[in-house]
T-cell receptor
Framework: DSGVTQTPKHLITATGQRVTLRCSPRSGDLSVYWYQQSLDQGLQFLIQYYNGEERAKGNILERFSAQQFPDLHSELNLSSLELGDSALYFC?????????????FGPGTRLTVT | QKEVEQDPGPLSVPEGAIVSLNCTYSNSAFQYFMWYRQYSRKGPELLMYTYSSGNKEDGRFTAQVDKSSKYISLFIRDSQPSDSATYLCAMSATSGGSYIPTFGRGTSLIVHP
């Protein structure tokens, strides 16, 4: 158990809908990262937050947004969902702001868009 | 050409074998090199990371980085059926003060009794 929690575990929704994925980092970790994992693209970095502020952005679609709250939990919002958004979404946390060498992943949220 | 290339496998070995997993990369700016293990339907688990070139050992696992060849390896000694998983290499370079990892697609390893 990495200490990172994600909810929900599974989500099934229809095209055009909006969903929110939630992540709680390990105790003491200030950095949160979001990733998308699909069979054809592998693990893709979406966005990083550090202590409430956006730090780095990857290949995140404009339909997707995220935020990190004062209690350090983070939410990833996916809107106008398309079939191609079906994937595993992982959150990871790190003890440092630079963090790229040491990340701890949550169990993921499996999103299915029908 | 992808920044990080990793053979997807599957790689099937008998229990007790030495396993060699490899990745090549094209970005010479990468400074941190990591290996993650991912069991089916679980999140990736960090095994080890190294900074720049050299070797690092942790129990049955040894990571090697050859920056001149842009090649990294993970060796698993005395492999066990419980090592059966997908192994992801990852590498990071600084981006505005953050090190954002780029992952390989993963190699599926099967260790059979």
């Amino acid at each position: 158990d990495s200490g990172v929690t994600q909810t929900p575990k599974h989500l099934i929704t229809a095209t055009g809908q909006r969903v929110t994925l939630r992540c709680s980092p390990r105790s003491g970790d200030l950095s949160v990262y979001w990733y998308q994992q699909s069979l054809d693209q592998g693990l893709q970095f979406l966005i990083q937050y550090y202590n409430g502020e956006e730090r780095a952005k990857g290949n995140i679609l404009e339909r997707f947004s995220a935020q990190q709250f004062p209690d350090l939990h983070s939410e990833l919002n996916l809107s106008s969902l398309e079939l191609g958004d079906s994937a595993l979404y992982f959150c990871a946390s790190s003890p440092s702001v630079t963090g790229g060498n040491e990340q701890y992943f949550g169990p993921g949220t499996r999103l299915t868009v029908t | 050409q992808k920044e990080v290339e990793q053979d997807p496998g599957p790689l099937s070995v008998p229990e007790g074998a030495i396993v060699s997993l490899n990745c090549t990369y094209s970005n010479s700016a990468f400074q941190y090199f990591m290996w993650y293990r991912q069991y089916s339907r679980k999140g990736p688990e960090l095994l080890m990371y190294t900074y720049s070139s050299g070797n690092k050992e942790d129990g049955r696992f040894t990571a090697q980085v050859d920056k001149s060849s842009k090649y990294i390896s993970l060796f698993i000694r005395d492999s066990q059926p419980s090592d059966s998983a997908t192994y992801l290499c990852a590498m990071s370079a600084t981006s505005g003060g953050s090190y954002i990892p780029t992952f390989g697609r993963g190699t599926s390893l099967i260790v059979h009794p």
